[in-house]
């Protein structure tokens, strides 16, 4: 087996087994971040002098070809070759020789992943804004088209007050600025530059940290090189709660939709492509999709719990117990954006039954409305709730459906555009352009 620490000694295959586990699966994902960090590196490297620039240019050639490899999903990692640091330095090495044995100079094992992980990291989180955004869009414009159609609000499961299906749908576009306030947070706690830190006790090499932290574009450097290592399961359980707080939203506004889908309630539906049905039962129209993203948000919701399991009482330094890490963390990216992706869609296909409190199951939805009325005309708040309590205990009172709410966030009023500005301070404190900018131009270096 190809390892960066070989010794002479031969481990057992049953030990190997075992302490490898998962990761040249999951080391994959990381492989295109393992090729940036080590464009970034070499580069430095140059600068202080301990690669020659006939030494850079030909790695830099190299490392293109890995990288579209990569990016072609033609890249493997080789049996006997025990991780993606390992591999991709074993290519150099074969194609170049004794050069591409001068890559590691200056780096550890323990800084090459951390820096894979964070890059990883940072550009799954770019793609989890964006497809919240789009969901955020999609409930937004549900919010408009249906301002009108008003519908049971509940406390404690019981008939309350008016709501309508603009106050529904707006309320969870605006929960998603606030998930995304939560991400934002957690970016730029990820978007710290580990690489340099080695073992995480430095290097007697002159390294240029703030020169790989510009070139990879993250916001500066984690400064102390001590830290630096120390974040390795502080940033994934950081990330687990930003992740998990937007798998609540989903899982919440999922509950409703079934719900609100079943025939007790009748408020909505999907066509029959969004829903599936039963064996024996020819009447069924289940709602899978979001059954799927509840039971999805609320695994989502566990992560947190688990990273700050495995890694709490660990002391500074690296421990190998974070390799169990990645086999938790890093396959929530993936079912997050699935979730993003199919809600967005399903909504899109949301049908909204319009006459529902016309039923006078809903009466007692107007109660306040009429304490309200009397209030105005004069009565004492206290004496008008007395008197509509009476007419329900006498059996007299009688609904009026008129609704008129123009405060800011009610029914008349849902603030659209004040709960779209708050989405876009969001979205402009993410910086993606910077990113991508510095990644572009070290791919052309």
């Known amino acids: 087996m190809s390892k960066l620490w070989k010794s002479d000694a031969e481990i057992n295959q049953k030990v190997e087994k075992f302490t490898i586990g998962q990761d040249l699966t999951l080391d994959l994902l990381l492989a295109h971040y393992d090729v940036l960090g080590t464009m970034a590196h070499i580069r430095m490297l140059h600068k202080i002098n301990l690669l020659s620039i006939q030494d850079l240019s030909q790695l830099n050639l190299a490392l293109k070809k890995i990288l579209h490899k990569i990016d072609a999903g033609a890249f493997t990692i080789e049996a006997g070759v025990e991780d993606i640091h390992s591999q991709v330095e074993l290519d150099l090495t074969r194609e170049l020789g004794e050069i591409g044995k001068k890559v590691h100079s200056g780096r550890s094992r323990n800084d090459q992943v951390l820096l894979d992980l964070k890059l990883f990291i940072r550009a799954e989180l770019h793609q989890i804004v964006e497809y919240t955004h789009t969901l955020f869009k999609t409930l937004q414009a549900l919010s408009e088209q249906y301002k009108h159609i008003l519908m049971p609000g509940y406390t404690h499961m019981q008939v309350a007050m008016p709501s309508s299906f603009g106050l529904w749908f707006g309320a969870y576009a605006e929960a998603l600025t606030d998930d995304l306030l939560l991400i934002q947070s957690a970016f730029e706690i990820c978007n710290q530059n580990p690489l340099g830190s080695a ?77 599936t049905g039963s064996s024996i039962m020819p009447h069924k129209k289940n709602p899978d999709i979001f059954e799927l993203i509840r039971a999805k948000g609320n695994q989502l919701q566990a992560l947190p719990q688990e990273m700050g399991f ?116 969001v979205m402009a404190r993410f910086p993606f352009d910077k990113i991508k900018e510095a990644l572009s131009n070290l791919q052309k270096g």
């Open 310 to 425: 495995i890694s709490g009482n660990l002391p500074s330094g690296y421990h190998r117990d974070f390799q169990i890490l990645k086999e938790r963390f890093l396959p929530a990216f993936s079912n997050l954006k699935d979730c993003l992706e199919i809600a967005n869609l399903a909504l899109q296909q949301i049908e909204i039954r319009e006459d529902i409190i016309s039923e006078a199951q809903y009466d007692y939805l107007f109660t306040v409305e009429e304490v309200n009325r009397l209030v105005l005309e004069g009565t004492a708040f206290r004496e008008a709730y007395q008197q509509v309590a009476a007419s329900i205990k006498e059996g007299n009172y009688e609904a009026q459906r008129e609704v008129n709410h123009t405060h800011l966030g009610s029914i008349g009023n849902l603030g659209t555009e004040r709960i779209k500005q708050k989405m876009a301070q």
């Open 199 to 275: 073992a995480g006790y430095g290097s007697s090499f002159p390294l240029d940290r703030e020169m790989t932290s510009d070139l990879l574009g993250f916001s500066q450097p984690n400064y102390n090189v001590v830290y630096a290592q120390m974040g390795r399961g502080k940033v994934e359980r950081i990330v687990a709660f930003a992740l998990a707080n937007l798998g609540a939203t989903l899982a919440k506004m999922a509950m409703d939709i079934c719900l609100y889908n079943g025939q007790n309630f009748a408020f909505l539906r999907f066509p029959e492509g969004f829903t």
